[in-house]
Every structure is written in C-alpha cells, then in structure tokens.
C-alpha cells in the first residue's frame, strides 16, 4: 500500500511539476506546453510505413487490458507471448493473452484476408477501444508488431516498470515490403560469436522487418559449421581466427538453436561456404585437398585472395558435395550461398569449371545458388542470385547477367556494408570503400544502383558486415547501428518515401529506443538525435 501511495505523490507531484514547467513555458512564450503523454504520430516509425492515415482517438493499453490472438493458432499465440514479453516488464500490466475473441485490447488476428497485404504485410487500427494488427500471415502479424513497439514510448523496450501512459495514436496503417528480400550478413569467420551473439544480432534486426540472415560460414581464417563427413574442418579448420585467438564452430546443435531462434523471428538463413577462394581453412584442415598434397598453415591474418580449392582434383567435389549435402540437409531455406569472390588464386578456366559443377549439386540437395556477383563471369545456372558488392554501378557484367534472368541481391560496398568507417575517426572497420556515413548508407535506389538491371531483377537488399576488426557484440552493434536501419527502411519502404531530411527525423526517433534496448550505436553528427 505503502508503495503505491508513493507512486500516486510521485506522480502527483511529477505532474504538479510539469503543470508548473508549462506554465512558466507558457509565461516565456506563447507556445501551448508540450503534451507530455501524447503519443507518438502514427507514421514515425522505421521503416515507414507504406500508407498511415492517422485519426480518432489513440488506444491506451491499461491494466485490464487483454492480448487477443486467433484462436486455435498456436503461432499467433507465440507471437502474442512475444509481444506481452516486450510489453509486461515497463508496462507493469499483467496483459493476459486470450484466445476468446473480443473487440477490444491488443488483437493479433491471422486471415485478414486481403491479398494487397502480401506474405508480409499487415493492417495495424488504433482507436479508443482496441489497436488491431490483422495480416495474412504470422510474419505479418510479427511485422506488424515490430511496428506497434515502435508506436509505444521507447521506455517501452526496458526491462523494468516505466512511467506510462501507454498509448498508441489512432488510425490506421496498412503496410506491405517493397522487397521480399531484406536481409544482413554476419561473418562468423574472422571472428566467431557465439549462438547467443547471432541470436542477439537476429533480435535487433527484427525490429527493423529484416526477414533474411546471411551466415558467412567459412573463409580463409576459420570454418565454423560442423561437417560429420569431415570432421577436421571444423575441429582443426575452427580452432583460431583473426589476431590468433580462440576461434570456434557451430556444432549441429548450435546450428539448429540459430535456425530456430531466427524462424521465430521470421527470418530465413542463408548459409555461405566460401567457395573457390577464401578456403585456407578447409585447405589447412585436409591436405588431399591442396593441389601440391601439402596443408598450409591456418592463417590469422586479413590477406584475401591467396588461397583456392584444387579444380583439377577430383576430391574437390567429393568435399564440395559431403559439404552441401549436410548444410543443405540442415537448412530449411530456399539458399545455400558458394561465395566465389576474389578468388585470385584460381584461373579464370579453374573458376569457370568449378562453378559449372558446383551450381548443380547445390540444386540436387534442393538449394537455389546464391553467389557473390562475380559468378556471372562463370555461367550462373537459371535461377542462380548473384549478391551485388562492388561500388560503382558500372558492371557491364551484371547488367547483362541480370537482363538474361539473374537475379539480384544489391549489397554496394560503399552504402551496405557495415564494416566501413564511417569517417576517418572511426577506429573499427575497414575503409577500401570508403568512408560511409548514415546519409551516404540511405541515400541509394536498389533499382537503379546498378546501371542496365532491369528493376525486376532486383530481389532486395542486404547489409553485409564483416569481423576482421570486430569480436564483439558491442563492436558489431557500433558499426552495424544505425546504418541498419536506412538499409532495413530501403528494403521495405517504398521507393516514393525515400527522403533523408524526413528519414533522419524518424532515425533520431530510434535512439532513445537502442539506448533502451542496450544497443551501442554511433551517435553520428548528421542525426538530430532526441
Ligand atoms: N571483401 C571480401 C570480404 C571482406 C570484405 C571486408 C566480399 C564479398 C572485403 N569479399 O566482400 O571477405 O574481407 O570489407
């Protein structure tokens, strides 16, 4: 009792305060005293949304209030456990999910039934009584409820009991994904994390809609996937990594927690096994697979382009295909990635041959190829996805690759990676791109990036980042954060909406909410953070 009689004078007394601030606001000028509790407009969210029609009177999530989920689906249910975890702690509300059906409180309803809404999209209406997200979809439901946390105070994201009020502007937004492919890329090879590290990485990309989790499994510095069939690629090949410290590899079991974690998160995994170049792990591990039948040492340095799988040897496909085999039987997404960048220690006859029997046994286990773009000087198999990463727009090469059919993943060096510098006093990173600030890294069109792509060829998005000077969560979340979010909002938002002047707005809005999240972020000078 004692307790809450202190709250009520706190907050008596707190708005005694604020009554007064605005009084004397209101003496200094003729501006009306802020709405302390109003809510936040209905459309500042990132990513934008497609359409926001705000009106009637916001929805106030109070004590008795009710999670309504569709009955009989238990993903719904999972979803509104997933939001009442958000929403208990700062809330303080007990917030029950129910699967009776009712008009009011916060309703999760799957069968929207509107097919403008895609796989994706969903509906979200506020008013006095209830806030609705309807969608076709769970994953639109998720979506939709990324986008309800972000129209809830940032104090919402804490841990412990905030100060409401909890309410949510009125109106309504129906939102849908310019792209079906909106993803971010974690090199797990020049420094390993951890399952709870990826799993960490995969909480805070969902927040902002991305659907895709691009693992780069393996490279010159470590192999960090589990292989029965060959063992030592992982215990020899994963043993160190960039700077000679303990690496690591994901067991099987650690593999499957990671595809759990992002299904539950509505988030596809793409597993990448470096192929032919970035090999020196797999060529450390196994000398049968050196041309010369001698193990190179394992390598802990940042070279690229020094090592090469034997073409011309037949236990290279017999490698390749054990590989694929149980990667692919592991992974329930539609790609199985096989690198091919800078491969400058393999001819281009070598690399030619290998990519013309690789690409196939990726799809006898079931897998569309997915590659960087440098596979479509080889011969892409229809169906392949060449993953854009060079910096000018000018290849003539892709261009031509993606007007015969490739299709395209756009991740330009120098506005979706997230490893670069974002100016010469960044000391994480790299800068062989350039240096890439916030406004730099938003300001782009995937359709257009690439000079003579056919806009239909372009699948989405992806922010790749890489870990030669990364090992920690905090050093991922410096460079990743809030670069994420413009990449996220290009993936998402329709192409009308781009605008970085009404962007950076929105960005700035984010902060308060990373903060509450324990997300470290580059406060970059060109935001006018809250
Ligand atoms: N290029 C290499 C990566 C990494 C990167 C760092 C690709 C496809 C530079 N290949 O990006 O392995 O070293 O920015």
Known sequence: MRQRQRRTFARLFGSLVLVAAAGLTSIGTSAAPAAADGPRPLGQIVPVPADVSPGGSPYTIGSATRIRVTPGEPEVQRIGAYLAAVLRPSTGYALPITGATGGDGIRLLLGADDEGLGDEGYRLTSAKGSVTVAANTPAGLFHGVQTLRQLLPANVEKKTKQAGPWKIAGGTITDAPRYAYRGAMIDVSRHFFTVAQVERYIDQLALYKINELHLHLSDDQGWRIAIDSWPRLATYGGQTQVGGGKG????????????????????????????????????????????????????????????????????????????????????????????????????????????????????KYGKTVMAWHQIVDATPI???????????????????????????????????YLDMKYDAKTTLGTNWAGYVEVDKSYSWDPDTFVKG?????????????????????????????????????????PASTHDWTAYKARLAQQGPRMSALGITYYRSPLVPWV
């Open 248 to 363: 690591g590899f994901y067991t099987k079991a650690d593999y499957q927690a990671i595809l759990d974690h992002a299904a539950s998160r509505y988030m596809e995994v793409v597993p990448e096994i470096d192929t032919p170049g970035h090999s020196n792990a797999a060529l450390a591990s196994y000398a049968e697979l050196n041309c010369n039948g001698v193990a190179p040492p394992l390598y802990t340095g940042t070279h690229v382009g020094f090592s090469s799988l034997c073409v011309p040897k037949e236990v290279t496909y017999a490698f390749f295909d054990d590989v694929v085999r149980e990667v692919a039987a592991m992974t329930p997404g539609r790609y199985l990635h096989i690198g091919g960048d800078e491969a400058q220690s393999t001819s281009k006859e070598d690399y030619d041959t290998f990519m013309t029997r690789a690409q196939p046994v990726v799809h």
């Open 382 to 416: 229809p169906g392949t996805v060449a993953q854009y990463w060079g910096t000018t727009g000018d290849e003539a090469n892709v261009a031509a690759a993606a007007q015969a059919g490739t299709k395209l993943i756009m991740s330009p060096a120098n506005r979706a």
């Open 453 to 493: 792509v056919p806009a239909r060829a372009v699948l989405g998005v992806e922010a790749p980042i890489w870990s030669e000077t990364l090992s920690t969560s905090a050093q991922i979340e410096y460079m990743a954060f809030p670069r994420l979010q413009g990449i996220a909002e290009l993936g998402w938002s």
